[in-house]
């Protein structure tokens, strides 16, 4: 736990270590595949570039991310081996694409019949987001290519049914029989995947597994990769009746201190959680109250105090003493899922990194 203060600011403690051990549990669940690591979206917001190099301790066979300048960045970094585009590439697209030799998703036959370099074609098996659908053979046979890469498909609900998996599953080795001779890539597991698809393919594509997202109760649980702390900035004593932030929704029921961290809305703290959350001070869990300001959290802590003093650190997701607060509880108090937390993690919220 670090406890160093961002000028009275909250911030984000990031285990890349754990992150690394999360990467072998999949690796371990699909044995002889290799790691197709999603880092799109800054790395679900933990950072792409610190997280996209720990990975390179599993040996990946390349990275994912969903748009051009997220692959951009990456090239920026240093990073040479193979990065695919998970957004279908449009023709307008291609010189981008050339210009940055990294793989694109291509889903339509005209642009397919224009691009002379490695490309990975999506099947929809379900989805119904993008790809071209298991059932089309025209439009199948018109996506051969000797430039064809790899295939894929997303598995819609592999983490909450998996009894839709199969039936995915057959719909893919269907479409992809179509195509004729067998690519040199085949991917159909992301994290719930991993444990559920039938055969082992070439690669795996885990999302927030990696970054300590739960998946399903029979499924593996994840190391924790986050936690998320700040600072308390300011205590203060308040009446009985006494209103605490905007709109005057929450008044205090007795006399009590309430404890204000640096931390709000401008850093990834849902409003919805008003009401719900709690935090961690000093190994206690105390309830947020009012609402979620901008900047600021306000949290009650008893009209003794709870032993708090400014400078305390707060934690909001992680472990303090002997209670945790995990990702996916603070997740559930704001009414999302884990996916939605830390990809909206704040820009100006500081990320800190232990050594993987």
């Given amino acids: 736990m670090s406890t160093r203060q961002n000028h009275g600011r909250g911030w ?22 290799r790691l197709l690591p999603m880092v799109k979206a800054n790395a679900y917001g933990l950072g792409v570039i610190p997280c996209a190099r720990a990975l390179r301790s599993v040996s990946p066979w390349g990275y994912g991310v969903a748009t051009l300048a997220e692959a951009a960045e990456l090239r920026a970094a240093g990073f040479g081996g193979p990065i695919v585009v998970f957004t279908p590439a449009t023709l307008t697209d291609l010189p981008r694409v050339r210009e940055l ?18 490309f990975h074609l999506e099947i929809d098996t379900g989805m119904s987001r993008c790809g071209v659908r298991w059932d089309d053979a025209a439009a199948l046979a018109a996506c051969r290519s000797p430039h064809l890469e790899g ?41 719930a995947g991993s444990w559920r698809v039938p055969e082992r393919l ?16 029979d499924l593996p649980t994840p190391a924790p990769v986050l936690a998320l702390r700040a600072p308390v900035v300011s205590l203060r004593c308040v009446r009985e009746g006494d209103s605490v932030s905007y709109g005057g929704d929450w008044t205090a029921p007795t006399d009590t201190t ?35 300001t901008m900047d600021f959290v306000m949290v009650d802590v008893g009209v003794d105090g709870g032993g708090a003093a400014v ?20 997740a559930g108090w704001a009414g999302t899922i884990s996916y939605e937390i830390i990809a909206r993690l704040g820009g100006r919220l500081e990320r800190r990194y232990d050594t993987a």
């Fill in 202 to 217: 070439d690669l795996v594509r885990p999302g927030v597994f990696l970054y300590g997202g739960l998946l399903a109760p």
């Fill in 101 to 118: 030799d990294v793989r694109s998703v291509l889903d339509v036959p005209a642009v397919v019949g224009r691009w002379d370099r490695p």
């Fill in 258 to 292: 309430v404890a204000t961290l640096g931390i709000g809305y401008a850093d990834g703290i849902p409003r919805s959680v008003q009401g719900r959350a709690a935090v961690l001070l000093r190994g206690r869990r105390f309830p947020v109250v009012g609402r979620v």
């Fill in 12 to 33: 984000a403690d990031i285990s890349l270590a754990n992150l690394v051990a999360n990467a072998r549990a999949v690796l371990a669940a699909q044995p002889g595949a």
């Fill in 311 to 330: 400078g305390d650190v707060a934690t909001l997701i992680g472990r303090d003493g002997d209670e945790t607060i995990t990702l996916d509880t603070f």
């Fill in 151 to 191: 295939v894929f498909t997303h598995l819609h609900s592999a983490d909450t049914r998996a009894e839709t998996v199969p039936v995915q599953w057959e719909r893919f080795t269907a479409a992809r029989g179509v195509l004729g001779d067998r690519p040199p890539l085949l991917h159909v597991a992301n994290s």
